[in-house]
């Protein structure tokens, strides 16, 4: 089959998906579930030989670090999926219900986008998350995994294919793709793909974007910031600062710019320094930090640098204004944090900052779809579309307007006798069960 071929079969996939009710998709991620447990062994052996691949390429550790999927990771992933299955059906919800006349009634219902293309990194765990997502919110799939994790991906991919079959959803509602020839065609499928969610650097997403029809729900760059207000706890400063950073490095919500207020520089740079230097962290810094701390001297570049390493950039500022002109200037819109004791402060930046997230005293790590309590997440969404911040359940769905007359005909309401009530009748819509 081409890929064409593929999408299409995807997209008439997707319909009889869609229809699929809460408990058939339920025992779909059940058995998807069990199916990873009981082969856990060829799961391992299958990453054995990426990890060994990869490391004969030099890749670099974090993204190694990355790639692996042990038994604890196989083990967060089964724990992943049933959560998910305890969450409520997305689909069919009825959003909004209007009497528009007597007899004629309005329904706003959640319905899946359809067919959904994402593009995705090393990490074998986001094809599992990714899937698992789209079944339960009755979207078919065409994913792309990166090459270090090829062996991991096939075998995921197969396991949760065969599983979904084997519990009734449609033949064609996942593919896996592998080759970068095919990443350049779906780009051209808009008459069968939906959405693409790309993860990866913000140039590859550009590039997504400059080169298709078809929407794109971007998922860029993770420069993210956190910042030391003057009014700040000093210990909690320096504690968020490096869970934010070395908890896990090569990930989209870590720690990317350290933002200080001058008035707590003195003490917090030599304290937090103490810790960075105790987790491996080299700092590139402006000219006020390297006044009071060593570290590398950085310049205009230095602040939209995404390390994904164990590597820092630091600023001082002189106020909680220039901190926010700041991270509005060199963010990338995911997430942004602020450590204060000042709770007009924090108001202030929680407002101001443009991102996706903002959060008050706590780790920019927080930031995830899982943690949420969406059931994971298939990307974090930096674009102001229908979905923004980590895409879950509900970033996965659109809508439709189902109206239900008596023959009411429009006529009746250009120049006629009838007149529209508009009433909200606040009930759900009735399923033709």
Sequence with gaps: MTLHETAQHSKKASIYLASKD??????????????????????????????QRSKSENLAQPLLKR???DDNKID????????????????GKTLLSTELDTGLELYKISCPIGVIGVIFESRPDA??????LCLKSGNALLLKGGSEAMETNRILADIIYNASLEASMPE????????RSEVKEMLSLDDSIDLIIPRGSNEFVKYIMDNSNIPVLGHADGICHLYIDKEADTEMAVNLTIDSKVQSVAVCNALETLLVHEDIA?????????????????ITGCDKTARIIECEAADDNTWKNEYLDYKL???????????????????????????????HAAGIFMDLVDSGNVFWNASTRFSDGFVYGFGAE?????NKIHARGPVGLEGLLIYKYKLIGRGHVRADYTGGSKRYTHNPINKPYPHND
Excluded at 24 to 44: F, G, M, V
Excluded at 127 to 132: D, H
Excluded at 317 to 342: F, K, M, Q, R
Aim: net charge negative; charged share 25%.
């Design 172 to 179: 064609g509602w996942l593919y896996l793709l592998e080759t």
């Design 127 to 132: 094809l599992v998350q990714i899937a698992t």
């Design 313 to 343: 950039s630091i600023k001082v500022v002189s106020s909680l204004e220039e901190a926010v002109d700041h991270i509005n200037c060199y963010g990338s819109g995911h997430t942004d944090s602020i450590v204060t004791n000042n709770g």
């Design 378 to 382: 298939v990307g974090i969404s930096t």
């Design 76 to 91: 967060q992933t089964i724990a992943g999926i049933k959560d998910l299955v305890t969450l409520k059906d997305p689909v």
């Design 266 to 282: 003195e003490i917090f740079l030599p304290a937090v320094r103490k810790r960075l230097d105790e987790s491996g962290v080299k």
């Design 22 to 51: 809460e408990n058939s998709k339920n025992s779909a991620l059940e058995t998807i579930a069990q199916q990873l447990d009981s082969r856990r062994e060829e799961i391992k052996a299958a990453n054995s030989t990426d990890i």
């Design 67 to 69: 790639l692996l999927f």
